[in-house]
């Protein structure tokens, strides 16, 4: 949308779910979706989906460029090696923007449970050198990877950090709704790298000592079925309510009713370097929020901002739960802290520095 605003046409390749239609306009952006099949299973079927897309994009890529002559070509990975789909483009002169959401080296041995010798990982961090050298701009989404970066890929390119963060003119601080009772929340996928298993064991340590507290989980994914198995388990089926999944503007809306914010998510190599969309919109509502240490959070925020707690701990957890509950007042003046904040780095002050790199 930032795009659109000032005057750009923009073109979308990516993966077609199920139901999905091939090529659509949405909102002025044109869409081309590319049917693959997500398996997954090991280490061979990863490699070759990915390799699969990169093939099919290329192909894509260039069928449009024919038709459209594109300027810029911005790609989003995983995986790293998608930059080269742009070749062509490069070779003619065009712009390469490689968009590093992810980190892939730390991604395989998060996802594989490997360490930083592996063969494999070392092989990633080649390709991700040569790909951060390919690309004429690089981009990510924190701090913290742009340090990694630089010093093990590119120490002397410039990176721009453009944060996943939200607009402070989408969310309003100000929709607060009187209501009965303590309510806890987490919006979002409902998958494992959330640890809302976690979530849940925290919040069950504090329950019966606090009846009025409630946990609302708003979403839907493949940790569902398990999360409520664990819910009836521990005897909170009328404690823990799953809202199912909802439109973002209608959980904006339910979210004015909350009173304390939780993101359990798990911590290693790879997640310790993420920080979610999720903790910005809770920012921004001015909900207090209680994280897992992660380092990538720990960079923006302080304890004068945010209750921090050992990731999968759920007796440190079910403390700060208890805090919050007991001190309403302090974690309130916390959330107007982390606001004020973290302001800086709202979506609008973001797109401004992207579109800052298109101009360029």
């Known amino acids: 949308m930032a795009l659109l605003s ?54 894509r890529l260039n069928i449009l460029d024919f038709r459209y002559r594109y300027d810029i070509v911005h790609i989003n990975t995983l995986p790293d090696f998608l930059v080269f789909a742009g070749l062509i483009q490069k070779l003619k002169g065009k712009k390469i923007i490689l968009d590093m959401h992810e980190i892939m080296p730390e991604f395989f041995m998060s996802k594989f449970g490997v360490g930083f010798h592996h063969p494999i990982v070392f092989l990633l961090r080649i390709l991700e050198k040569i790909c951060l050298k390919f690309a004429d701009e690089v981009i990510t989404v924190n701090e913290p990877i742009k340090s990694i ?6 120490p002397h390119k410039p990176i721009t950090v453009v944060m996943n963060t939200v607009s402070t ?8 709704r ?36 409630l946990f609302h989980i708003y979403g839907d994914g493949q940790c569902l079925f398990q999360l409520k198995k664990l819910t009836k388990k521990l005897n909170l089926e009328n ?19 909350m009173d304390l914010g939780i993101l359990s998510m798990r911590k290693d190599v790879f997640l310790n370097l993420s ?16 994280v897992s240490d992660l380092d990538s959070v720990k960079f923006y925020f302080t304890n004068e901002h945010i209750l921090f707690y050992e990731a999968a701990n759920t007796d440190d957890l079910a403390q700060k739960i208890e805090y919050a509950y007991l001190n309403r007042e302090i974690i309130n003046m916390m959330a107007e802290s ?15 520095r992207y579109l800052d790199i298109i101009e360029r």
């Not at 239609?21 to 979706?33: F, S």
Request: glycine content about 6%; aromatic content about 14%; charged content about 25%.
């Open 6 to 59: 000032h005057g750009h046409t923009v073109s979308i390749i990516a993966l077609r779910n199920s139901g999905e239609a091939r090529h659509e306009v949405i909102d002025n952006v044109k869409i081309y979706r590319i049917g693959l099949q997500k398996k997954r299973s090991g280490k061979i079927r990863y490699v070759l989906e990915y390799f699969t897309f990169f093939f099919l994009s290329f192909i």
């Open 275 to 290: 920080f979610s969309n999720k903790l910005a919109e809770y920012v921004y509502m001015k909900i207090p929020t209680i």
């Open 178 to 213: 009187s209501h009965v009772g303590f309510n806890c929340v987490y919006h979002g996928t409902l998958t494992d790298i959330y640890g809302l298993d976690t979530a849940i064991e925290g919040f069950s340590k504090v329950k019966f000592k606090f009846p009025d507290i």
């Open 338 to 352: 982390a606001y004020v904040h973290f302001k800086e780095y709202n979506w609008d002050v973001m797109a401004e």
């Open 169 to 176: 003119s989408v969310v309003d601080s100000d929709i607060k």
């Open 239 to 257: 404690s823990v309510i799953f809202h199912g999944a909802m439109t973002h503007k209608e959980v904006l809306k339910s979210l004015g009713e």
């Open 149 to 154: 970066f630089h010093q093990r890929s590119i």
